[in-house]
């Protein structure tokens, strides 16, 4: 810690903001066909070929969406390109290119954008998307980043949230709740350490859960397995803010209801004994907490087959007549509630 303070740190004024922008920059080559101009004139250029394009945008903002207290730069920019990836994967296409905008005060120094660039590079060589372009000002308090992400997608492919028929069946990937009890657990470590930070934070045995909350991935594989099994969802939308709020937006949009049996959801054993510690619900953490960054979408019944036995996909319910309304079907009573979505603001203001 100490050692760490006694280096220099360099502050954006010694590069100045072009000289910011080209040190960061200079490493991403272009990887994708589609992208015919990247970085260095006044904006870029894509071909996508007779595809369609898909493009996202999101914006993080210090003290909202993260706690610099706790999570290291690297893992921030890692995760903000993650994000945005996974709603270009939420609409069944491939993501191509981002663009990454920052605005920073002077409290970050070269050294904080290059550990934000380093997490942003790790992501675009992993998911093979390319850097094409983005914005560097300064703000007066805090830092914020904002992320568009670009994808591509035959017109046939693409899958929107208003899709869903009666009797469709809903199907999640991976497991939930993990994102939220490991936001948990850092949020206790820091709190202990503000109180002394002698004190070692106790993060043993935690793994899977602070990575889903500090690393996640975008289900971007999904596509190509859902090509392999020859299924193609009726609607998708990926989960960022809860199992119970994605499942309300494919209602709404959709114009159905759905049952979502309890005893489905899928849940890691890490979850499950975190949850336990906190004396939570670990179904609650999946409902409720978000984060995940799964996807979440509806195959008509005649599909089940071709899925039931994929490790990847778990059914938690099906859908029925809007006239019938979202209902969580509880564990053991089997008693219908009423789905709600309490997703993330409930969290905030607890
Ligand atoms: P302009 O003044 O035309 O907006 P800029 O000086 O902001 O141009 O940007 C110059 C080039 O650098 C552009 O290609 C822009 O997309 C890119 N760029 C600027 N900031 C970033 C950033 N934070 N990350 C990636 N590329 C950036
Ligand atoms: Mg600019």
Same mark, same amino acid.
């Given at each position: ?9 360099? *502050? ?30 006044? &904006?870029?250029?894509?071909? *996508? ?23 290291p730069l690297k893992h921030l920019g890692y995760k903000a390109v993650v994000v945005n990836l996974s709603d270009i994967a939420a609409m069944n296409a491939v993501p191509t290119q981002i663009l990454v905008s920052i605005a920073a005060s002077n409290r970050f120094p070269v050294e904080a ?81 503000? &109180?002394?930070?002698?004190?070692? *934070? ?50 709404d949009q959709s114009k159905v209801g759905f049952r979502l049996y309890e005893e489905k959801i899928p849940l890691d054993t890490l979850t499950i004994t975190t949850a336990g510690e906190f004396n939570l619900?670990?179904?609650?953490? &999946? ?13 008509? *019944? ?12 778990? /059914? ?20 219908? /509630?009423?789905?709600? &979505? ?9």
């Open positions: 810690m100490l050692e760490e303070k006694k280096k220099r740190l360099t *502050p954006v004024s010694e590069l100045g903001e072009f000289g910011l922008i080209k040190h960061l920059t200079e490493k991403f080559e272009l990887k994708n066909i589609s992208s015919r101009l990247g970085i260095g004139d006044d &904006a870029a250029v894509i071909d *996508p070929n007779n595809k369609k394009i898909v493009v996202s945008t999101d914006v993080l903002a210090e003290g909202v969406h993260f706690n610099l207290g706790y999570v954008f290059e550990e934000i660039y380093q997490g942003v590079s790790l992501a675009c060589r992993h998911y093979n998307v390319d850097l094409i372009g983005g914005d560097t000002t300064s703000s007066n308090s805090g830092l914020v980043l904002s992320i568009t992400a670009i994808g591509l997608g035959e017109e046939t492919e693409i899958i929107k949230r208003d899709g869903v028929k009666p009797n469709d069946l809903l199907v999640v990937t991976g497991d939930l709740g993990g994102a939220y009890m490991g936001l948990q657990i850092l949020e206790r470590e820091h709190t202990v350490f503000l &109180a002394n930070p002698n004190m070692q *934070p106790e993060m043993e045995g935690y793994d899977y859960i602070l990575e889903r909350q500090l690393k996640p991935e975008a289900r971007t594989d999904i596509k190509k397995i859902l090509e392999e099994l020859k299924v193609k969802p009726t609607a998708m939308i990926d989960i960022s803010d809860g199992l119970a709020s994605e499942t309300l937006h494919l209602s619900n670990p179904s609650t953490a &999946a409902l409720n907490g978000g984060e995940d960054y799964e996807l979440l979408f509806t195959i008509g *019944p005649e599909d089940y087959d071709k899925i039931k036995n994929h490790p990847d996909f778990t /059914v938690i319910g099906h859908a029925v007549e809007q006239e019938q309304g979202n209902h969580l079907v509880l564990r053991g009573s089997g008693q219908l /509630v009423p789905l709600t &979505a309490q997703g993330w603001d409930a969290f905030l203001k607890k």
